[in-house]
């Protein structure tokens, strides 16, 4: 199997580059999330108005925003709590969402009219408008951000879950494995949860990126993160307004790095498709 | 006329739908944390102006008997009122929504116009420059924040090349606006007969329309391409080839009709994602719409409007839904026997 | 007919480039078509038959190049002509029809609409008369009510009844040659029987020369002038049918036709030229061995199982072919005593029936007869809506589906499934699969005992050990089936249910598979349920059998005596519908009942 699997993904990768260079961009950004404030040159709250405003230089690579701050310092330390933020969210609704999922998808009947009329509910706001409610009820805070990522993510999970688990209900290796003796719960955990995980881990990937832009959107808009936490969405919205007098590196290197960071989950994602299933590459 | 009962069906079906919406916008200012009064009161009220609050919500009654006077308040179209403007919420909304879905309406439609061809070129053609075109920009898509696109399309058009006006508003401000006809500046300029004012309007919408054009252009892109190349290798497409049927409509008459069916389930996501993303494009560019009213509204806890805003948003977008829905069944013969 | 052929296929070679590199199709295929001509091409799934078939229309994708030879057709070559000029040709000269008629018409155009397309294209019909053509199609190929179904969409309608729409479609516009792509596999035998009646009939009357591809040696016996076999993308032997039955020259024909099971032929006969040595018990004819016990292991009563309307397709996994059944007034079955409730779909309906220690009794019917929902019910997968099934002398119907699993006796019913694919986990290896019952309903021991267990196992199914650390996607079909039936004899079950297990495998496997239950079934003194479509299979393998239409078992007997001088009509349709030939002769003449059928419309 690991060897099979090995060689796989060395065919992968070789057939499709553009996988290795997600995966280098990967390591690139957990080095960052994970070592960011020992790596940066300058401390990222330090404020310095003598050098307020400046271009990029050999000094500040990124340049300095209004309060001399170094950019550059400030978008590498802000990965951490951006990942943070996308990787707590995403992971609770993984979790919860393919639980309730696959129980919708295996039982169906009450379970799944209760589950799905609730997912459904979810899905019938704009999500993005309902993170926006779902913060400014339960108070603008970082956590309060998770939650609400995560609670516009589980739909996606839910519904995958139940999809997946409900066209292998009926595979002849299921009823195999009842014909074994397992029990009901046993089947779903042990024999279906498996196989319905490698697409899931696809959507997990993908849905990283998502939950990235969502945070970094609803910090835009001055909600979850408050200044003068360094934090990407926060800081192109500072640079916004520096941007209509040409002070475009305010807004552009944390922007760069929230679409770097969404464009390496997405072709990982992408990649991930191909190690599993070359079929359904689209 | 199976058909209209059909559509009624549907109607009937988006029932439930609008019960979950109005329970959680109610149980979202229920789960305010501490004293919901004291929000809706505002930062500057006092104990006794909150208690006046509190009688006056209901909020010193039970749960169901709140939810009861909540639902008799939204009957009447009583949304309250907006503590940051003085105004009832509702018509707030109602005079910032045209703003609001002249941007995301023309957005989506740049998108669509884009989109699809390029899909389909491309599942026409695999391996072709069209392909790979339609690849990178579905990539690159998904990846732009949507307020970093918008910044940069301001950077470059105003800034740089000076070929777009300043990024504050529906109108420049030497404009009048034009009698108002359908809330659209565009059409009632055109309607008015007043093309300086309609070329005004166009060029103040263009950029944000762009930027909202780029965010929905990947999804659609993607599914479309997707769905095509399916369609274009199912045992149908093959028994048309094998007919001898022209290219042309085996592409029309069979591959593009089964390919709508999953690009128009896609268009609703992207609608839903485009109402989110209207709220950030409008803050780039101070757009006078719903979602700047949100977002000032949310600075200042003005509850009820941020409230009546999420509603606002939920009932367009189950409309729209209903509309796809719709448009499904008069597609697809088979969805009769599933409902 | 000795001037210039129809359709001449000279030396041709066909390459597919794949992500392993390129991989040759065909080698050198050679053969031609006369006008009016009807031509069998048989083979094994891979045999290239249908890689033959699909270049004569130039269908297949960018993948695939001609390195060599030509495909002449008329006075134009095929093979390196323009697509334009193909398109000429496709459905006016040369048309085809397809495996999966549902899936090969468009979902969401109407059945007569399509039927226009071609009219419009390739004939010189004004556009008011098209509508008027396509319903005298629908007429032609005996669709009832041909203005009504003309609106119809596919999914409104029978599989059987689309492919003749199909058909209708392919013959719209008067080809000289009609290519038919396995036209009937997946349909009944019954429905089979019509439409290949019907393909041939209208192929003569219009002296219209057809390519019938097939898997299956009885229907190209029956239908075809001459048989072309191929294997492996070539050509291995072809000839006149009658000849080629009385004397197969190339050894895999002789194997092909060996291994295709006939009225008359035993298991000892199947696997004779496969090369595995056939063991001692079967050379005895499998009735031989007749139960004389006195206690029923099996003891199935009223067994009834009702699914409401709506929801009854997915619940039963049946296909659409039974929801339209269903619905239709001329199938709602009969006014009679004991009708369900309005809204309720009675998959089973009231079948009773015994299976003796050490008997195999076989059950058999066509799609959405309720056999396999019988089976399900026996296995307790499914609970009944009511009836009782005494299983070693207790009522296990009383033990709900959802926690038999727990039940003592769940050991004692084990299955094996139809596809053998589908039926294993594709996450566990072979040995994982095998193990599985034993860690959960026997005592494993400790792990080299199971080992040993487990191995001992794959010795008695013939499934080298090496295989054992395999996952299922490296393993050919016949390899999967064995580790199913490794896996349903693993806790040494009393009662074995078979559900089709042959169906989804190449004739050549069937036929060993065959061999290796009938023999673990005299070792192990296991009954077998033994639920099937095909009733030459079923007599191979068992003493009595079932006949079920319409969730009704309409007659049941020793299975020579049922098969030979059957009682019920229905049960003589099905006999009737089978295809057959005789090794040294003219394929069967069609006894009055077939005859009677082949006028039937749909």
């Known amino acids: ?282 | 006329m199976a058909r209209l009962i059909m559509i009624l069906r549907r109607f009937g079906q988006a029932l439930p739908t609008l019960v979950g919406i109005i329970v959680v916008t109610f149980l979202l200012t229920r789960a305010l944390p501490g004293d919901p009064a004291a929000y809706f009161a505002g930062a500057a009220a006092d104990a006794e102006s909150i208690e006046e609050v509190r009688v006056m919500l209901g909020l010193d009654r039970s749960l169901p008997e709140q939810f009861w006077i909540y639902l008799g308040d939204l009957a009447q179209g009583d949304l309250g009122m907006s503590i940051s403007t003085g105004q009832p919420v509702l018509t707030e909304i109602l005079t910032r929504l045209p703003a609001s879905l002249e941007l995301t309406l023309t957005g989506l439609l740049i998108a669509v116009v884009i989109a699809l061809p390029l899909g389909i070129l491309a599942a026409t053609r695999p391996g072709s420059w069209v392909d790979h075109l339609c690849r990178l920009i579905v990539t690159a898509g998904v990846s732009l924040p949507i307020f970093f696109t918008g910044l940069f399309l301001v950077y470059i058009f105003y800034y740089l090349a000076g070929w777009a006006p300043s990024p504050l508003g529906r109108l420049d401000i030497f404009f009048l606006p034009p009698p108002h006809v359908t809330g659209f500046y565009t059409i009632d300029a055109l309607l008015a007969g007043d093309v300086e004012t309609f070329q005004a309007a166009l060029a103040q919408l263009a950029l944000p329309a762009l930027t909202l054009a780029i965010f929905a252009l990947a999804p659609l892109a993607r599914m479309t391409r997707a769905s095509m190349l399916q369609v274009l290798s199912s045992d149908f497409v093959r028994t048309a080839r094998a007919n001898g049927l022209p290219p042309g409509q085996v592409l029309s008459t069979y591959a593009f009709p089964n390919a709508l069916l999953p690009i128009l389930t896609t268009l609703g996501m992207v609608f839903s994602f485009l109402l989110g993303a209207n709220v950030l494009v409008e803050k780039v560019f101070a757009w006078p719409g719903i979602g700047s009213f949100a977002i000032e509204a949310l600075i200042v806890s003005d509850y009820a409007a941020v409230q009546g805003f999420v509603l606002a948003m939920a009932l367009l977008f189950v409309g729209l839904n209903l509309a796809i829905d719709i448009a499904y069944t008069v597609i697809d013969p088979r969805v009769s026997l599933d409902a | 007919m000795t001037s210039v052929p129809l359709l001449t296929i000279d030396e041709l070679s066909v390459a597919f480039k794949t992500r392993k590199g390129t991989v040759q199709a065909l080698h050198g295929v050679s053969f031609t078509l006369e006008k009016g001509e009807i031509i069998g091409l048989v083979g094994e799934s891979g045999s290239g038959k249908s890689v033959t078939a699909y270049n004569v229309l130039g269908l297949l994708g960018p993948a695939a190049r001609v390195t060599g030879g030509r495909i002449g057709f008329g006075g134009m070559t095929m093979t390196t002509a323009r697509e334009s000029a193909l398109r000429e040709i496709r459905g006016r000269e040369i048309s085809m029809i397809f495996q999966n008629p549902r899936g090969a018409l468009n979902p969401i155009r109407p059945v007569g609409r399509q039927i226009e397309d071609v009219l419009r294209e390739h004939s010189d019909l004004p556009r008011h008369k098209l509508k008027g053509a396509a319903i005298d199609m629908l007429h032609q190929v005996r669709i009832n009510e041909p203005e009504r179904r003309y609106a119809a969409y596919p999914f409104e309608l029978s599989g059987g009844m689309c492919q003749r729409v199909m058909i209708a479609m392919a013959l719209a516009c008067e080809p000289a040659l009609l290519i038919a792509d396995e036209p009937t596999t997946g349909l009944d035998v019954t429905t089979q029987k019509a439409i290949m009646d019907l393909l041939v009939e209208l192929a003569r009357a219009r002296h219209m020369a057809t390519l019938l591809i097939t898997h299956d040696l009885g229907i190209a016996a029956q239908y075809c002038d001459r048989i072309m076999v191929m294997e492996k993308g070539r050509l291995v032997e072809g000839g006149a049918t009658a000849d080629l039955f009385r004397a197969p020259r190339h050894p895999y024909t002789r194997k092909l036709i060996a291994a295709t099971p006939r009225p008359d032929s035993t298991l000892a006969d199947l696997i004779a030229s496969t090369g595995t040595p056939a063991r001692p018990a079967a050379e005895a004819p499998a009735t031989a061995v007749a139960p004389n016990a006195v206690e029923p292991l099996l003891e199935v009563t009223d067994l009834v199982k009702e699914y409401p309307l709506a929801e009854k397709t997915k619940a039963s996994g049946l296909g659409p072919l039974q929801r339209w059944f269903g619905r239709t007034p001329q199938t709602a079955g009969k006014d009679e005593p004991g009708q369900p409730p309005a809204g309720v779909f009675r998959a089973v309906d009231g079948v009773s029936f015994t299976v003796m220690p050490g008997e195999s009794v076989g059950l058999v019917g066509e799609s959405g007869c309720g056999k396999s929902t019988t089976s399900s019910m026996v296995a307790r997968l499914l609970d009944p809506t009511s009836g009782a099934i005494r299983f070693d002398g207790q009522d296990i119907a009383a033990v709900p589906a959802g926690r038999f699993a727990r039940s003592p006796l769940r050991a004692g019913i084990q299955m094996v499934f139809q596809d053998p694919t589908d039926s294993l986990n594709p996450r566990h290896t072979a040995f994982a699969a095998i193990a599985e019952p034993i860690r959960r309903l026997a005592t494993p021991g400790d792990g080299p005992a199971l080992t040993r267990r487990i191995e001992a196992l794959a010795d008695r199914v013939g499934l080298p050990r090496e295989l054992l650390s395999r996952f299922p996607h490296q393993l050919s079909g016949g390899q999967k089936a064995r580790v199913g039936i490794a896996r349903a004899i693993a806790v040494d079950p009393k009662l074995l249910i078979l559900d089709e297990p042959t169906s989804a495998l190449d004739v050549s496997v069937q036929a060993v598979v065959l061999e290796l239950l009938d023999g673990l079934r005299r070792e192990l003194g296991m009954s077998y349920l033994f639920v099937s479509h095909d009733l030459n299979v079923v007599r191979l393998l068992c003493h009595r059998v079932l006949v079920m239409h319409r969730g009704r078992i309409v007659e049941s007997g020793p299975a020579e005596r049922l098969l030979t001088s059957p009682d019920h009509p229905y049960t003589k349709a099905l006999i009737d519908a089978v295809p057959h030939f005789v090794p040294d002769g003219d394929p069967a003449a069609p006894t009055p009942e077939a005859a009677a059928l082949k006028l039937a419309g749909e």
């Open chain 1, 1 to 282: 199997m690991t060897a099979e699997a090995l060689r796989h993904a060395r065919y992968v990768v070789t057939e499709n580059p553009v996988t290795l260079v997600a995966f280098t961009l990967f390591t690139l950004l957990v080095t960052a999330a994970l070592f960011g404030p020992l790596l940066v040159p300058y401390d990222p709250l330090a404020t310095n108005t003598l050098v307020a405003l400046q271009p990029p230089s050999w000094d500040h690579w990124f340049g300095t925003d209004h309060l001399g701050r170094d950019v550059f310092s400030r978008v590498v330390v802000a990965a951490r709590l951006d990942l943070a933020i996308a990787v707590s969210a995403v992971a609770l609704s993984f979790v919860v969402g393919s639980v309730i999922g696959s129980i919708a998808g295996y039982y169906g009947g009450w379970a799944d009219r209760i589950i799905s009329r609730l997912v459904d509910t979810v899905m019938a706001f704009p999500l993005f408008v309902l993170a926006m409610g779902i913060v400014a009820a339960m108070g603008n805070t970082v956590e309060n951000v998770v939650y609400a990522t995560a609670i516009i993510n589980l739909p996606f999970y839910a519904r995958m879950a139940r999809a997946e688990v409900n066209v292998r209900r009926n595979a002849g290796w299921v009823a195999a494995a009842r014909l074994s003796g397992n029990s009901g719960a046993r089947v779903l955990a042990c024999h279906l949860f498996p196989n319905v995980l490698p697409p899931m881990m696809v959507q997990v990937s993908l849905n990283l990126g998502w939950a990235i832009l969502n945070a970094a959107g609803l910090s835009f808009i001055g909600l979850g993160v408050t200044p003068p936490t360094p934090e990407w969405g926060i800081m192109v919205a500072e640079g916004a307004n520096y941007i209509v007098s040409g002070q475009w590196w305010l807004a552009l290197f944390p922007g760069l790095a929230l679409m770097l960071a969404v464009f390496t989950f997405n072709l990982m994602g992408d990649g991930l498709r191909d190690l599993i299933d070359p079929q359904r590459r689209t």
